[in-house]
Every structure is written in structure tokens, then in C-alpha cells.
């Protein structure tokens, strides 16, 4: 099915085909292998779930609306909010508490009976699903199928303020979860188990986005699980080993730092060096600074239509990080016949976050491959 979706999106000799679906492969083999002992596999299977009328939001003060989402597209349609169909659920992907993924759908009732291109979006630190609804609701109004998820330790996945930043340090202490961001990735290929089941989903069109860290699980999902056939990271990619050979990584730290000082506690360390910064996350995120990095796992994306979108001045990722792992992509598309299905767009003037233009860039490179 994977081979067959690549073959759809490009026109490849047979070589090049076989070497990007060996990749991929490779790449999904290396990262189940690598985190295969933190997973306890059980059947999918899916639980009702309620409405979440009160999201808990790990910041203060809490958030309350967000301008850049509510500019995405959305078509006007009367009497929209009578005809939106809301479904709210629960996979469960692993035994455990965090083993039960909630996911909130919207769809309109009123669609050709068709199956329908879906989209995943995914939250940033600290949020939840809900937070997205601005941008599902757009998303439905255009007969897609929005999708958002709790990332791990976040939305209903968490108890407090500080569950997220606890798991972290649990991580750090233990190495037996991956909180920041591979256990989420194991939700989303799961959660593409049951979206490529549901008759009103064209399992041949769905894509993935996210911001910030949700844009990393974007990033790190799409190249892990090919059925994620268009994917746009927004302010989520970099460079993390460049970053640490490059002492740059001080901005990324203080997104999280509460582990951080707690291994710099635990290592004897006077301050928070690279040596502290290379520990963490090889121990929260085996593999995130070596072979599961930007220059290996983008490239990997390749031949399907990947959007990257980050602020020129962003420090939590830098675009001269971005250097390698750009250029390596853009040899994999030419060499696939396919540059025109990959862009790189760092605006200018913009730090880490996300902006109306990125939204519309997102929504008309979705538009471009995921339409009909």
C-alpha cells in the first residue's frame, strides 16, 4: 500500500521507488526496534468519550483564543454549527494511563457520501485538542475530516500544571517512557490504524500537521508511517545535533527545562552544558540527536508532499540547522522527480510561532495534494 500511495504521488523509475519504500522501512524498523520494550502492544480498539468542557491547559495564565487560528480559510456556510458532526473518542494504543488516546473529530453531516481526505493537527506544549477547534471547524466547513489529539501528558492525558514537566523528569530518571516526543508517535501510527478503517476516510489522503511540538510529531510520524501522505510542520523542525555542536540549543532547553536542571543536578554539574543537554536526550529521546535527526528522518518524507514552516529568527530552531537536512531532502525529491511536492519557508522577522501566513500556506499546500 505504501509503494502504491508513492507511486500515485510521483513518477519514479522502479529503483528509486524501491530504495524510498526500503528507507522507510528501514527507518520504521529501527524506531519500533528502539522503542519496542516501552510499548506493550494491545488490539486497537475505541471507547466513547464526552465532550471536554473545561481543557486543562499546563500554563498560566490560560490561553484564550488564538488569532493566528482563527484566521485559517473556512468556507461560510449557513447554519454551520447545526450542521457540524462532532465525535469524540478514545483509542486505546498501549496498557497503561497514557494508553488511552482521546481524539476529538469534526466532520459535516451534510457531505456526497464520498470518502473524504482527513487531516491530523496536533497541539504545542502545554495545550490540548480543544485548543485546535478554530482550526478542525475551518478544516470541516472545507469537507475534510480535522482530527486533533492529546499529546502525551497533555489535555486529559494530565492531572495538573505540572504532569507534562513531571513526566519529563520521570523519563530522565527512569528510561522508561518517552514523553517529549516517540510515545506520542506510537499514538499517531495507531490513530492511522483506525483512520485508514473508517469508510468516510480516504485512506490514501490524509495528512499531518502541528506546531511547535506538535510540528515535531508531525515531523517524526510522517517519517515513520507513509500513510501520512502530506505533511506540513509548522516551527517544529530542526537540527538537534547541530544545535548541540553548534551551542544552540540554549532556547530548545528553556522550552523545557525543568529536566534539564534536574540532570545537571544529577550529573554534578555546575550549569547546564552540552554534555548535559547530549545525556537528556539521548535518555528521553534515544536516537533524536544521532540516526532519528532532521538529516536522516526528513530526507525519509520523500517522495510525498512535505511543506516546512519556521520563523527566520526562531532560536528553538535555527535555520542554519536546517542546512543538511534541506539539502539531503532536496536531492532525495529530484532524485525522485518530485521537487515540486517539497518547499522550505522560513519567514522573515519571525520567531517561534506561528502566523497567519503559515496557516494559508498550510491550508493551500493541503488544498494543492489532499483534494480531489
Avoid at 499529546?151 to 530522565?172: C, I, M, N, P, Q
Avoid at 518530485?338 to 493551500?364: W, Y
Wanted: hydrophobic fraction near 40%; charge should be neutral; include cysteine.
Amino acid at each position: 500500500m505504501h509503494l502504491l500511495l508513492k507511486l500515485q504521488l510521483c513518477d519514479l523509475v522502479p529503483a528509486q521507488n524501491l530504495f524510498l519504500s526500503l528507507q522507510n522501512d528501514c527507518i520504521l524498523s529501527q524506531f519500533r526496534s528502539n522503542n519496542s520494550s516501552k510499548w506493550v502492544k494491545v488490539p486497537l480498539s475505541v471507547e466513547p468519550a464526552q465532550p471536554v468542557r473545561d481543557p486543562l491547559y499546563q500554563e498560566t495564565p490560560k490561553p484564550t483564543f488564538s488569532k493566528t487560528m482563527e484566521s485559517t480559510p473556512k468556507k461560510d456556510i449557513p447554519n454551520f454549527k447545526e450542521l457540524l458532526h462532532e465525535e469524540n473518542l478514545y483509542l486505546i494504543t498501549e496498557e497503561g494511563d497514557q494508553g488511552r488516546l482521546p481524539v476529538l473529530i469534526l466532520s459535516m453531516k451534510e457531505s456526497s457520501g464520498k470518502r473524504r481526505p482527513a487531516i491530523v493537527f496536533l497541539h504545542s506544549t502545554n495545550k490540548c485538542k480543544e485548543w485546535l477547534r478554530p482550526l478542525l471547524e475551518a478544516y470541516a466547513s472545507r469537507d475534510y475530516i480535522a482530527v486533533a489529539i492529546d499529546s502525551r501528558y497533555h489535555g486529559e492525558r494530565a492531572s495538573s500544571l505540572t504532569t507534562y514537566r513531571d513526566a519529563l523528569v520521570s523519563s530522565w530518571k527512569k528510561g522508561n517512557t518517552m514523553p517529549f516526543i516517540f510515545d506520542t508517535v506510537w499514538d499517531l501510527i495507531k490513530l492511522a490504524d483506525y483512520l485508514t478503517r473508517r469508510e468516510d476516510v480516504d485512506p490514501s489522503r490524509i495528512g499531518i500537521t502541528g506546531e511547535s511540538l506538535g510540528g515535531m510529531h508531525a515531523w517524526f510520524t510522517a517519517a515513520a508511517d507513509t500513510r501520512y501522505a502530506v505533511v506540513v510542520p509548522i516551527i517544529g523542525v530542526q537540527g538537534f545535533r547541530w544545535a548541540v555542536e553548534h551551542d544552540k540549543w540554549q532556547a530548545r532547553v528553556d522550552s523545557i527545562k525543568a529536566v534539564f536542571e534536574e540532570a545537571r543536578v544529577d550529573l554534578g554539574k555546575s550549569t547546564i552544558d552540552k554534555e548535559v543537554v547530549e545525556k537528556v536526550w539521548d535518555r528521553i529521546a534515544p536516537g533524536l540527536s544521532s540516526r532519528f535527526d532532521s538529516p536522516y528522518t526528513i530526507p525519509a518524507i520523500a517522495p510525498r508532499p512535505l511543506l516546512i514552516l519556521n520563523g527566520k529568527e526562531d532560536p528553538r530552531c535555527p535555520v542554519d540547522g536546517l542546512e543538511l537536512p534541506e539539502s539531503r531532502t532536496r536531492k532525495a525529491y529530484k532524485d525522485s522527480n518530485c521537487l515540486h511536492n517539497f518547499e522550505v519557508v522560513a519567514e522573515p522577522g519571525i520567531g517561534h510561532q506561528m502566523t497567519p501566513l503559515m496557516v494559508k500556506r498550510a491550508s493551500d499546500w493541503f488544498d494543492k495534494f489532499l483534494k480531489l
